[in-house]
């Protein structure tokens, strides 16, 4: 009852926020115009990469590939602020948006399969959804951090150590937002409509915003190193 409670007064809350986007996100032209603005900005970024940027790892262009499919200009404009190797210094803000974007790039993932199997496929209880997309970015943004240790010679647990306490905080904050955010909006949507898709869109891009300033504390407390300035690697 009082989780219920809790819930109901949340909703209550973010009410005016829901009543504004929903129906925006509702359009099917707003869904398509944010498509051809995703596509537009992935060829884009493709561009740089090839062009401007070939010494950036493997890797770190797959996450950059990720952030900007989830998030279009948003995430464009953090690969363009502290991806390139033409960033003119490092910072902890930058470090702090490249380490949140390598994050982003595994529980995104997760959390679209999640909700799409969970909620768009079997049609489960907004609880069980919650509990399956959050398991799915966990899992899928853990795995992001263990694989390169492991390639990198890190033995597998000390690799398993250091993923958990470095990753649970930015991974738990990202969805709570996330998830939270996306089943206020469109938790009776089907899969087929488009406020399905663009409310999946828009709460990915909140969970990055959430996740943001824990990824920089956890830089400045030392528990993260951020992912290594570009710049270095022209």
Known sequence: MQVDAAVARVERLFEPARELLVPVLSEPSVLAGWGVVVAVTLTVLWWDLRTHNQAIPSLMKAVWTLTVLYSGPFGFAVYWYAGRTQIPEDSLGRRGFRSTAHCYSGCGAGEVTGILLAGGLLGLAVGWVAAATFGFAYLFGFGLTVGPLVQEGVGLREAVVDAVYSET????????????????????????????????????????????????????????????NPAQMA
């Open 169 to 228: 905080p930015s991974i738990t904050v990202m969805e709570v937002v996330a998830i939270g955010a996306d089943l206020l909006l469109a938790a009776e949507a089907a899969i087929t409509d488009p406020l399905f898709w663009g409310a999946l869109a828009f709460s990915l891009s909140l969970g990055y915003l959430a996740a943001f300033p824990v990824n920089v504390a956890l830089i400045c407390a030392g528990v993260k190193e951020g992912m290594g």
